[in-house]
């Protein structure tokens, strides 16, 4: 399964997101459905990585399956937005 990890603050465990999409029985609507899975890792990823997670037998009561390769990663570089200031417009008081 391929999915996306939504989630790293728990010690060798991310929680990743795996979308998939059905349709309707009456009305032909394709729905897009998530499912949540706690997987092991031991390879250090990241929120936003997209990562091949396989079944494994259970490591704890909730964690069934083990990431295995990180197929792309989330972009390094932090998106700040500027917020402009007055002495950033030119502009005096």
Do not use: C, W
Request: aromatic share 4%.
């Amino acid at each position: 399964m391929i999915g996306k990890v939504v989630s790293t603050k728990m010690k060798n465990t991310v929680v990743v997101e795996v979308e998939r999409f059905s349709t309707h029985p009456v009305y032909k609507k394709r729905l897009r459905r998530s499912s949540r899975f706690l997987a092991h890792d031991e390879i250090g990823t990241r929120v936003g990585d997209q990562v091949r997670i396989e079944s494994i037998r259970p490591k704890s009561r909730n964690k069934y399956h083990q990431v295995v390769e990180v197929i792309a990663q989330e972009s390094s570089e932090k998106k700040v937005k500027k917020v402009p200031s007055k002495a950033d417009s030119g502009e005096e008081e």
